[in-house]
């Protein structure tokens, strides 16, 4: 498995349809924008995880500059979730953020999604928001 800057058109429909399903679709909201500003920003990473040639997750990584990044909408395609790729793919975008730098990242975690994070080494930052916001050291 691995990560996937996000640039063919192919791509960027797994991208969008991985988040929309995951995030909106299953979660009884809408509202998704395929077209939103920030998934082209240049200091934004859309990125998709890909088992062979199937796209299993998206997350896009953002660089907010001082060795800060944020995690952002994290998605693993319903069918293989509990199978051990969120893990995966987490590690492969810490292991990517460190590469470029960054020392720190951050994400505003689903509530469901908090027990998740704590278990693969983040920690809470403030558990007062609607999605919790949770940090890990990369160093």
Same mark, same amino acid.
């Given at each position: 498995?691995?990560?996937?800057?996000?640039?063919?058109?192919?791509?960027?429909?797994?991208?969008?349809?991985?988040?929309?399903?995951?995030?909106?679709?299953?979660?009884?909201?809408?509202?998704?924008?395929?077209?939103?500003?920030?998934?082209?920003?240049?200091?934004?990473?859309?990125?998709?995880?890909?088992?062979?040639?199937?796209?299993?997750?998206?997350?896009?990584?953002?660089?907010?500059?001082?060795?800060?990044?944020?995690?952002?909408?994290?998605?693993?395609?319903?069918?293989?979730?509990?199978? !051990?790729? !969120?893990?995966?793919?987490?590690?492969?975008?810490?292991?990517?953020?460190?590469?470029?730098?960054?020392?720190?990242?951050?994400?505003?975690?689903?509530?469901?999604?908090?027990?998740?994070?704590?278990?693969?080494?983040?920690?809470?930052?403030?558990?007062?928001?609607?999605?919790?916001?949770?940090?890990?050291?990369?160093?």
């Amino acid at each position: 498995m691995k990560l996937v800057k996000v640039s063919r058109q192919s791509e960027w429909e797994a991208y969008h349809r991985i988040r929309r399903h995951v995030l909106f679709d299953l979660r009884g909201l809408s509202g998704y924008d395929d077209r939103h500003p920030d998934d082209r920003k240049p200091e934004h990473l859309p990125l998709i995880f890909v088992d062979g040639s199937e796209p299993v997750g998206a997350v896009r990584l953002d660089f907010t500059g001082d060795g800060n990044g944020v995690v952002r909408t994290v998605a693993i395609v319903a069918e293989r979730q509990r199978q !051990g790729i !969120g893990r995966a793919m987490m590690t492969a975008v810490e292991t990517l953020a460190m590469a470029q730098g960054t020392v720190r990242l951050e994400v505003h975690a689903a509530p469901d999604a908090v027990g998740f994070y704590h278990r693969i080494g983040w920690e809470m930052v403030d558990a007062h928001r609607p999605d919790p916001l949770m940090a890990k050291s990369l160093r």
